[in-house]
């Protein structure tokens, strides 16, 4: 029987690169951090140490390959987002791919977001990997802009806004807080709200709505 390094082998070094990170992953999210050694992960996938080392050169360059890895496949996954002729479908659709994406690959998203590996900290060249995987919310804000759906302003500021708060609502559903027949209307409503914070056509004041000095008014 082949091993999954051999297995790998036959579809090319790439395929050998993604079997060592699936499984190192694996082994992170079953057994932490402490089963994260060249040794270990060798044996699970059925190649020498040597093989890892040239690859990764250490534990410390493969928690950076795995950091790497994650926003590379969270890249990928926004860039197979469809185009959309109304570019405010498109920023929402791009949201959409980004709780699918995390709720697809939790133990990634743990690696990129949560310091699954104590002390690891991401290298330059990690990190320009990690800045490219938002090109496609930028470059959508920039179309809600150009398109006067949004006033004008840093495309790249409030793509990272809107970032910001679609993580906050999908690190909440991965870690069990918002249920699954509640997360998916919760994240859409925060998503049109913290739009609308950008809109250049605010929403309207309902008639029953009042200010606070008008309640404070006494006849």
Known sequence: MSTLYQDA?????????????DRAISLLV?????????RRI?????SS??????MFGGKE??????????????RRAQERVPAA????????????????HALAEPAYYRVM???????????AEALAVAETAFEASTAAVTACIGSGA???GDAQEIAKILWAASHGAVSLEIAGHFPPDTAAHRYETLMKAVAQAFSARPATATADSASPTEEGQTS
Request: cysteine-free; aromatic content about 10%; glycine content about 10%.
């Open 150 to 152: 949004f006033r004008p």
């Open 49 to 54: 140490t040597k093989v890892l080392y040239t």
């Open 9 to 21: 082998q036959r579809a090319g070094q790439e395929a050998v690169r993604t079997a060592i990170l």
């Open 42 to 46: 060798a044996t699970e996938v059925g």
């Open 30 to 38: 079953a057994e932490g951090p402490a089963a994260l050694t060249m």
């Open 113 to 123: 977001f949560e310091q699954a590996v104590p002390g690891f900290r991401p290298s």
């Open 61 to 74: 360059g493969l928690a950076d390959a795995l950091y790497r890895e994650g926003f590379a496949r969270l």
């Open 85 to 100: 002729a109304d570019p405010l479908t498109r920023l929402s659709n791009l949201g959409t791919a980004y709780r699918e």
